[in-house]
Structures are given as C-alpha cells and as structure tokens.
C-alpha cells in the first residue's frame, strides 16, 4: 500500500491523520491498529508531505475559484475537479445550465478536456 491509499483508507475509516511539526498525529489516540502502525511507520515521511501539500493546494484552488474544463459530447460532460485532480463524468442534462454555457465556451476557444 502506498502512503496516498494508506492516508485514503484511515480516512474511510473515520481515523483522520494530522501533522503537528514533524509528528504524525491520529485522532483518535489509539484508533490504529498494531498491524497499521508499522505501515504508518514506513510511510511516515511521505504522509508529513501529503498531510502538509494538501492545505496548499485546496488554497490554492479556492484562490483559483470554480475552472471548467471539459470535454463536450452532446450528452456527456467530463469535468475537472481541482480541488484533487479527478475527472468526473456528467450528463450534461443534469448540469446547471450556466455549468453547460461554459463548458460550450471553452469548447468553442479550443479547450478540450481528456
């Protein structure tokens, strides 16, 4: 398991990580099991960096506010998240119709999607 599955999957479990300086923190305490601290363990320098990147970049994508990018077919929309880069795929009658406008737009200035 690599260190984004592992923080992916306490997650699921409702045992959120935390950083505190150079700590990794769980709450909580004693949520993880002994087999999952060793794991914990190996990834920890990875997991400081996931931990510490993942404010940034939602800062980042709040600062940007909600972008657009999609691929237009006449009944489907593909749209992308950048709050964690994943592409969602959308039947564009179930969009809010200025979510289409837009879409249309930067289909038509030649932006595409994936």
């Given at each position: 398991m690599n260190a984004r599955a592992l923080l992916d999957n306490r997650r699921s479990q409702d045992v959120p990580l935390s950083v505190d300086s150079e700590r990794l923190m769980v709450t909580p305490a004693g949520a993880i099991p002994y087999e999952v601290k060793g794991t914990l363990a190996e990834h920890k320098p990875k997991l400081l960096k996931l931990l510490e990147w993942?404010?940034?970049?939602?800062?980042?994508?709040?600062?940007?506010?909600?972008?657009i990018r999609c691929f237009i077919h006449p009944y489907w929309m593909k749209l992308h998240d950048l709050?964690?880069?994943?592409?969602?795929?959308?039947?564009?009658?179930?969009?809010?119709?200025?979510?289409v406008e837009s879409a249309s737009e930067y289909q038509k200035r030649g932006g595409g999607g994936r």
């Open positions: 993942e404010p940034r970049k939602l800062r980042e994508a709040d600062r940007r506010g909600f972008v709050t964690d880069g994943s592409w969602h795929e959308i039947r564009a009658a179930e969009c809010l119709p200025s979510v």
